[in-house]
């Protein structure tokens, strides 16, 4: 019985462990999209940010293919 316990235990501290993982990667594309939208977009870099925030991985592909200025 002490096994199953442990075992359960085991498994939520991974299933958090993923989900952190998850939300800092998040966090983190929202910070990169906002930093270098400063420096390479003439959109303002609060919208592409939001836009990354309510759509990750849309939102990061559409800001590297249309936000970004051609250098």
Do not use: C, E
């Not at 800092?24 to 003439?42: E, P």
């Not at 940010?49 to 990750?56: G, S």
Request: aromatic share 10%.
């Amino acid at each position: 019985m002490s096994s199953t316990v442990l075992l359960q235990g085991a498994v939520g501290a991974v299933g958090v462990a993923i989900g952190l993982l998850f939300l800092l990667v998040g966090i983190a594309m929202i910070v990169w999209t906002y930093t270098d939208a400063k420096k390479n977009s003439t959109h303002p870099a609060f919208l592409w940010a939001v836009v990354v925030f309510l759509a990750p991985i849309l939102g990061l592909l559409l800001y590297v293919l249309l936000g970004r200025n051609a250098r």
